[in-house]
Protein backbone atom coordinates (compact mmCIF):
# COMPACT_ATOMS: atom_id res chain seq x y z
CA UNK A 1 0.00 0.00 0.00
CA UNK A 2 1.10 4.05 -0.67
CA UNK A 3 1.48 6.58 2.00
CA UNK A 4 0.88 9.52 0.97
CA UNK A 5 3.40 12.84 1.32
CA UNK A 6 1.01 13.67 4.57
CA UNK A 7 1.78 10.37 5.96
CA UNK A 8 -2.09 9.59 6.18
CA UNK A 9 -3.68 6.99 4.07
CA UNK A 10 -6.35 7.21 1.52
CA UNK A 11 -10.18 6.23 2.52
CA UNK A 12 -9.47 3.17 -0.34
CA UNK A 13 -6.57 2.05 1.94
CA UNK A 14 -8.04 1.71 4.99
CA UNK A 15 -10.67 -0.41 3.82
CA UNK A 16 -8.22 -2.61 2.51
CA UNK A 17 -6.00 -2.34 5.23
CA UNK A 18 -9.72 -3.29 7.58
CA UNK A 19 -9.89 -5.96 5.11
CA UNK A 20 -6.93 -7.78 5.44
CA UNK A 21 -6.65 -8.01 9.36
CA UNK A 22 -10.42 -9.07 9.26
CA UNK A 23 -9.23 -12.20 6.90
CA UNK A 24 -6.27 -12.73 9.19
CA UNK A 25 -8.90 -12.77 12.45
CA UNK A 26 -11.15 -14.88 10.58
CA UNK A 27 -8.01 -17.40 10.15
CA UNK A 28 -6.96 -17.12 13.65
CA UNK A 29 -10.86 -17.72 14.56
CA UNK A 30 -11.40 -20.87 12.99
CA UNK A 31 -7.69 -22.19 14.07
CA UNK A 32 -8.86 -21.94 17.23
CA UNK A 33 -12.16 -22.97 16.52
CA UNK A 34 -10.85 -26.22 15.14
CA UNK A 35 -8.65 -26.59 17.81
CA UNK A 36 -11.16 -26.75 20.55
CA UNK A 37 -13.40 -28.80 18.41
CA UNK A 38 -10.99 -31.38 17.84
CA UNK A 39 -9.98 -31.33 22.19
CA UNK A 40 -13.61 -31.92 23.02
CA UNK A 41 -13.74 -34.49 20.27
CA UNK A 42 -10.71 -36.20 21.89
CA UNK A 43 -12.91 -36.50 25.19
CA UNK A 44 -15.96 -38.02 23.52
CA UNK A 45 -16.09 -41.60 24.00
CA UNK A 46 -17.65 -43.96 21.71
CA UNK A 47 -20.89 -45.83 23.99
CA UNK A 48 -20.24 -49.87 22.02
CA UNK A 49 -23.20 -51.85 23.23
CA UNK A 50 -20.74 -54.73 21.75
CA UNK A 51 -17.99 -53.70 24.26
CA UNK A 52 -17.81 -55.49 27.86
CA UNK A 53 -15.57 -52.52 29.61
CA UNK A 54 -14.83 -49.38 28.92
CA UNK A 55 -11.10 -48.49 27.57
CA UNK A 56 -9.30 -45.66 26.37
CA UNK A 57 -6.05 -44.41 25.29
CA UNK A 58 -5.91 -41.08 26.88
CA UNK A 59 -5.13 -41.33 30.69
CA UNK A 60 -5.53 -37.39 30.96
CA UNK A 61 -9.28 -38.17 31.20
CA UNK A 62 -9.51 -40.93 34.01
CA UNK A 63 -9.57 -39.36 37.91
CA UNK A 64 -7.76 -41.12 40.55
CA UNK A 65 -4.93 -42.94 37.93
CA UNK A 66 -2.79 -45.80 38.58
CA UNK A 67 -0.53 -47.67 36.79
CA UNK A 68 -0.34 -51.24 37.15
CA UNK A 69 2.87 -52.33 38.30
CA UNK A 70 4.40 -55.84 39.79
CA UNK A 71 2.83 -55.01 43.34
CA UNK A 72 -0.67 -53.84 41.49
CA UNK A 73 -0.96 -56.52 39.21
CA UNK A 74 -3.56 -55.83 36.48
CA UNK A 75 -6.51 -59.12 36.53
CA UNK A 76 -7.72 -58.31 33.37
CA UNK A 77 -7.51 -59.37 30.33
CA UNK A 78 -9.47 -57.44 26.96
CA UNK A 79 -9.78 -59.92 23.79
CA UNK A 80 -10.38 -58.01 20.85
CA UNK A 81 -13.26 -58.70 17.75
CA UNK A 82 -10.33 -60.73 15.82
CA UNK A 83 -10.10 -63.40 18.91
CA UNK A 84 -6.44 -62.50 19.04
CA UNK A 85 -3.71 -61.69 21.50
CA UNK A 86 -5.59 -60.87 24.99
CA UNK A 87 -4.59 -57.18 25.98
CA UNK A 88 -3.44 -56.06 29.54
CA UNK A 89 -4.63 -52.78 30.35
CA UNK A 90 -1.56 -50.35 31.65
CA UNK A 91 -3.40 -48.65 34.43
CA UNK A 92 -7.06 -47.62 35.43
CA UNK A 93 -9.20 -44.83 36.50
CA UNK A 94 -12.56 -43.55 36.42
CA UNK A 95 -14.03 -42.01 34.15
CA UNK A 96 -17.01 -39.32 34.09
CA UNK A 97 -19.83 -39.08 31.40
CA UNK A 98 -21.96 -36.06 31.52
CA UNK A 99 -25.66 -37.26 32.15
CA UNK A 100 -29.06 -35.61 33.00
CA UNK A 101 -29.27 -36.62 36.64
CA UNK A 102 -28.76 -34.76 40.42
CA UNK A 103 -24.92 -35.33 39.90
CA UNK A 104 -24.88 -34.20 36.60
CA UNK A 105 -22.52 -37.21 35.05
CA UNK A 106 -21.86 -41.00 35.61
CA UNK A 107 -18.66 -42.17 37.39
CA UNK A 108 -17.52 -45.78 36.05
CA UNK A 109 -13.96 -47.62 35.87
CA UNK A 110 -12.29 -47.33 33.08
CA UNK A 111 -8.93 -49.21 31.34
CA UNK A 112 -5.98 -47.38 29.82
CA UNK A 113 -4.95 -48.85 27.02
CA UNK A 114 -2.68 -47.61 24.94
CA UNK A 115 -2.21 -48.71 21.90
CA UNK A 116 -3.56 -51.85 21.80
CA UNK A 117 -7.24 -50.04 21.52
CA UNK A 118 -6.35 -46.43 20.26
CA UNK A 119 -10.20 -44.72 20.65
CA UNK A 120 -12.05 -43.89 24.33
CA UNK A 121 -14.71 -46.66 24.63
CA UNK A 122 -17.62 -46.82 27.05
CA UNK A 123 -19.55 -50.47 27.77
CA UNK A 124 -22.93 -50.04 28.85
CA UNK A 125 -22.27 -52.40 31.43
CA UNK A 126 -19.95 -49.76 32.86
CA UNK A 127 -23.36 -47.97 33.70
CA UNK A 128 -25.11 -50.41 35.70
CA UNK A 129 -22.64 -49.85 39.09
CA UNK A 130 -24.15 -46.90 39.80
CA UNK A 131 -27.47 -47.81 40.32
CA UNK A 132 -26.49 -51.71 41.96
CA UNK A 133 -29.36 -53.92 42.45
CA UNK A 134 -31.80 -51.70 41.00
CA UNK A 135 -30.68 -51.53 38.07
CA UNK A 136 -33.19 -52.63 35.34
CA UNK A 137 -31.62 -52.64 32.28
CA UNK A 138 -30.85 -49.95 29.41
CA UNK A 139 -32.24 -48.79 26.55
CA UNK A 140 -30.47 -47.18 23.51
CA UNK A 141 -32.86 -45.04 20.83
CA UNK A 142 -31.33 -43.13 18.07
CA UNK A 143 -32.86 -40.39 15.83
CA UNK A 144 -31.50 -40.20 12.22
CA UNK A 145 -32.75 -37.32 11.70
CA UNK A 146 -31.41 -35.21 13.77
CA UNK A 147 -28.27 -37.46 14.32
CA UNK A 148 -28.47 -37.89 18.27
CA UNK A 149 -29.24 -40.39 20.71
CA UNK A 150 -31.04 -41.05 24.01
CA UNK A 151 -29.36 -43.69 26.27
CA UNK A 152 -31.42 -44.83 29.26
CA UNK A 153 -30.19 -47.32 32.55
CA UNK A 154 -33.90 -47.85 34.44
CA UNK A 155 -34.47 -47.67 38.09
CA UNK A 156 -36.62 -50.77 39.11
CA UNK A 157 -38.49 -49.01 41.61
CA UNK A 158 -38.40 -45.29 39.98
CA UNK A 159 -38.54 -43.21 37.24
CA UNK A 160 -36.56 -40.37 38.60
CA UNK A 161 -33.34 -42.62 39.48
CA UNK A 162 -32.79 -43.43 36.49
CA UNK A 163 -29.48 -42.52 34.62
CA UNK A 164 -29.86 -40.52 31.13
CA UNK A 165 -27.12 -39.58 28.85
CA UNK A 166 -27.38 -37.64 25.65
CA UNK A 167 -25.03 -37.74 22.86
CA UNK A 168 -24.13 -37.69 18.62
CA UNK A 169 -24.11 -39.71 16.16
CA UNK A 170 -21.32 -40.13 12.95
CA UNK A 171 -20.80 -42.93 10.94
CA UNK A 172 -24.01 -44.98 12.26
CA UNK A 173 -21.71 -44.76 15.89
CA UNK A 174 -22.91 -42.88 19.20
CA UNK A 175 -20.82 -40.38 20.97
CA UNK A 176 -21.38 -39.16 24.38
CA UNK A 177 -20.92 -35.60 25.59
CA UNK A 178 -16.76 -34.70 26.47
CA UNK A 179 -16.13 -36.42 29.50
CA UNK A 180 -15.54 -34.61 32.47
CA UNK A 181 -11.93 -34.05 33.03
CA UNK A 182 -9.64 -34.28 35.89
CA UNK A 183 -9.15 -31.28 38.46
CA UNK A 184 -5.91 -29.84 38.13
CA UNK A 185 -2.85 -31.58 39.40
CA UNK A 186 -2.22 -30.88 42.80
CA UNK A 187 -0.21 -32.65 45.74
CA UNK A 188 -4.10 -33.63 47.00
CA UNK A 189 -5.18 -35.01 43.72
CA UNK A 190 -2.12 -36.44 42.21
CA UNK A 191 -1.76 -38.78 45.45
CA UNK A 192 -6.00 -39.37 45.10
CA UNK A 193 -6.48 -43.08 44.95
CA UNK A 194 -8.75 -44.66 42.82
CA UNK A 195 -11.30 -45.59 45.43
CA UNK A 196 -11.24 -42.08 46.31
CA UNK A 197 -12.15 -40.95 42.81
CA UNK A 198 -14.55 -43.60 42.36
CA UNK A 199 -16.46 -42.42 46.07
CA UNK A 200 -15.98 -38.43 44.78
CA UNK A 201 -18.01 -39.92 41.77
CA UNK A 202 -20.47 -41.15 44.11
CA UNK A 203 -24.04 -40.79 43.12
CA UNK A 204 -25.24 -40.99 46.55
CA UNK A 205 -24.10 -37.57 46.89
CA UNK A 206 -21.80 -34.73 45.71
CA UNK A 207 -18.21 -33.51 47.82
CA UNK A 208 -16.76 -30.25 46.99
CA UNK A 209 -13.32 -29.83 45.17
CA UNK A 210 -12.32 -29.30 48.38
CA UNK A 211 -13.33 -32.68 49.71
CA UNK A 212 -11.95 -34.49 46.76
CA UNK A 213 -8.57 -32.80 47.11
CA UNK A 214 -7.85 -33.78 50.62
CA UNK A 215 -9.14 -37.46 49.88
Known amino acids: ?13 VIEDK ?19 TANRR ?31 CRVRLMCVDGKTPIVPEG ?3 AR ?31 KPPLGKH ?11 KKTFQFTVNHKKRKSGLLLLFGTTRGGLCYTRSAVPPMPTTEGTAEMSFDAAEQGGNLGGRRSSEELASA
Open 1 to 13: MTIHKNGEWTDNE
Open 92 to 94: HGT
Open 43 to 73: CEAHLDGGSQASTTNDKSVLWGFKWHTKKNL
Open 97 to 127: IPANDAEEHVPMKCCYTPPDIPNFILSPNSF
Open 135 to 145: CNGCTLECNDD
Open 19 to 37: AYKNIQELKISEMATGLIL
